[in-house]
């Protein structure tokens, strides 16, 4: 018998393991048309590769898949393949800590080797299925998979970008990871042509090429905290300093990490670092949060403040 015949056969052994809790050696070999001679065999080379195949001798014994110390391959067919690549483009934007990325990782193995006949019924289910979730900015799965194996491989990626200004040019960015706010999805890479960090909104990416340019990974700032910088003071006119007395997880509660960072500070006060194009709304949106506020900076801010302070009073019909 070939060696490819055996590695057919060990296969279908494991998927008829995996289809039920208890086999006998005569059910197994009768399935696979061989002697329990030959099934003890394969059981024994499943064993090697990690598989925790559980033998019980005598009346009612026989063989069992079992939990190992490791995880070995997993054997799919077309369902279950199927189910799970959904599964993970859902999770990709779930809730749950860490299982966005996690997710993403496991997505792009899965999709790697996946037929493409799996993967058009993948696109055809996501493609029809809504979820009920925070409104955000919708990404398309393909992009996800295409950047998360630059991440993973770390080769270089071209692609179009549509910048605040308008303008849509080409970029060469090295990927290092993906962040998700929840609502939107950023990538820090390091932009080629710029020498620098950046940081890129996926909705406006388009085009998207991974190359096979090879990067060797280089010093990189914490991608979360670069992110919600990028995102949280870099694109405003204006960026306020402002300190409040409140602990700073209940000011997070009410300020999104892609609108505001929030720093520890001492004696039951944290500052929240806000930006914005305009200083009226920075301040209103500062006095609604319902803590008592210190502004720090800029000056301008606290003259807002008073603008705001003798609107409402006017509002109110307190005379100053």
Same mark, same amino acid.
């Given at each position: +018998?070939t060696v490819e015949?055996?590695t057919?056969?060990?296969?279908?052994?494991l998927?008829l393991l995996?289809?039920?809790p208890s086999w006998?050696a005569? $059910?197994?070999?009768?399935?696979?048309?061989?002697?329990? /001679?030959?099934v003890?065999r394969d059981?024994?080379?499943?064993?090697?590769?990690?598989?925790?195949?559980?033998a019980?001798?005598g009346?009612?014994?026989g %063989?069992?898949?079992?939990?190992g110390?490791r995880l070995?391959p997993?054997?799919?067919?077309?369902e $279950?393949?199927t189910?799970?690549?959904?599964?993970?483009?859902?999770a990709a !934007?779930?809730?749950?800590?860490g299982? !966005?990325e996690?997710a993403?990782?496991a997505?792009a193995?899965?999709d =790697?080797?996946m037929?493409?006949?799996?993967r058009a019924?993948?696109r055809?289910?996501?493609g029809a *299925? @809504?979820t009920l979730v925070?409104?955000g900015?919708?990404?398309? !799965? @393909?992009?996800?998979?295409t950047l998360?194996?630059?991440?993973r491989?770390a080769?270089?990626v071209?692609?179009?970008?549509a910048?605040r200004d !308008?303008?849509?040019? @080409?970029?060469t960015?090295?990927?290092?990871? +993906?962040?998700?706010?929840g609502?939107?999805w950023?990538?820090m890479?390091?932009?080629?042509d710029?020498e620098?960090?950046r *940081?890129?909104?996926?909705? /406006?990416m388009?085009?998207?090429?991974? *190359?096979?340019?090879?990067?060797r990974a280089r010093?990189h700032?914490?991608p979360?905290?670069?992110v919600?910088?990028?995102?949280?003071?870099a694109? %405003?006119? %204006?960026?306020a300093?402002v300190r409040?007395?409140a602990r700073?997880? =209940?000011v997070?509660?009410?300020?999104?990490?892609?609108?505001?960072r929030?720093?520890?500070?001492r004696?039951?006060?944290?500052?929240?670092v806000v930006g914005g194009?305009?200083l009226d709304?920075?301040?209103?949106?500062?006095?609604g949060?319902?803590f008592e506020a @210190?502004?720090? $900076?800029?000056?301008?801010?606290?003259?807002a403040?008073a603008r705001l302070?003798?609107?409402?009073?006017a509002?109110?019909g307190?005379?100053g």
């Amino acid at each position: +018998m070939t060696v490819e015949a055996t590695t057919q056969r060990v296969l279908r052994l494991l998927a008829l393991l995996q289809r039920r809790p208890s086999w006998t050696a005569a $059910e197994l070999a009768a399935e696979l048309g061989v002697t329990d /001679r030959s099934v003890r065999r394969d059981v024994e080379r499943l064993r090697a590769l990690g598989y925790p195949v559980h033998a019980t001798a005598g009346v009612g014994g026989g %063989y069992q898949l079992g939990a190992g110390t490791r995880l070995p391959p997993l054997l799919l067919d077309d369902e $279950e393949a199927t189910a799970t690549a959904v599964s993970l483009r859902l999770a990709a !934007g779930g809730t749950v800590a860490g299982a !966005g990325e996690a997710a993403l990782r496991a997505l792009a193995k899965l999709d =790697q080797v996946m037929p493409p006949r799996l993967r058009a019924e993948v696109r055809a289910v996501h493609g029809a *299925t @809504e979820t009920l979730v925070d409104p955000g900015v919708e990404i398309d !799965g @393909e992009l996800l998979v295409t950047l998360a194996r630059a991440c993973r491989d770390a080769v270089r990626v071209r692609f179009r970008y549509a910048g605040r200004d !308008g303008g849509d040019r @080409e970029r060469t960015a090295e990927p290092v990871r +993906m962040v998700t706010t929840g609502r939107r999805w950023y990538l820090m890479a390091w932009d080629v042509d710029r020498e620098d960090w950046r *940081t890129f909104r996926l909705d /406006r990416m388009r085009e998207v090429v991974a *190359t096979t340019w090879r990067f060797r990974a280089r010093e990189h700032p914490d991608p979360v905290a670069h992110v919600q910088r990028s995102v949280t003071e870099a694109p %405003y006119r %204006y960026l306020a300093r402002v300190r409040l007395h409140a602990r700073p997880d =209940q000011v997070r509660e009410l300020v999104p990490p892609q609108v505001g960072r929030v720093e520890d500070d001492r004696d039951g006060w944290c500052v929240l670092v806000v930006g914005g194009d305009n200083l009226d709304w920075l301040a209103a949106r500062v006095a609604g949060l319902g803590f008592e506020a @210190e502004m720090l $900076e800029p000056p301008e801010l606290r003259e807002a403040t008073a603008r705001l302070a003798r609107r409402l009073a006017a509002m109110a019909g307190i005379s100053g």
